[in-house]
């Protein structure tokens, strides 16, 4: 039976039928794992931060620091042509949809309504947005 209310407990079923706990040692593997998963807020950081596209401020910008040609509004910084922006934009769809599946995955997880798991993905979820925020700041905004 499904709880509907937050309990501190061993006995837990975690997403699927076959994941079950009924032990101390078991439940405590399954919070590491919730809390592993819930580390999903860095590659969030990672695709902003890879695989970001050009804004058109930053485009316009770009073209007024060039000279004036034909070729100037073609031209990009990264670089790499047609066939690399295609796989770059792959990947971020990639990265995307990764991200997507993990936190829907983690917003099951904690509708089972252990108090375990619930602090395990806040935690896990908090560290992994501060990891991915500190590499984000040092990379954007270096002095």
Known sequence: MMHMTMYWG????LLF???????WPTCSLSLVACF????????ESLRILRFKPTSAAAAAA?????????????LSKRGGGRRMQGLR???????????????????LAVMSFNGGVFLSVVLG??????DGMRRCCAVQWKP
């Open 10 to 13: 061993a006995d837990l079923t």
């Open 36 to 43: 592993l998963f819930s580390l999903y807020q860095f590659l």
């Open 17 to 23: 039928d076959w994941w079950t706990t009924d032990s």
């Open 125 to 130: 979820t908090r560290e992994g947005c501060g």
């Open 89 to 107: 934009r792959l990947a971020h769809a990639a990265l995307f949809g990764v991200n997507a599946v993990i936190g829907y995955a983690l917003m």
């Open 62 to 74: 770009d073209l007024l620091s060039l000279p004036p040609s034909i070729e100037a509004p073609f």
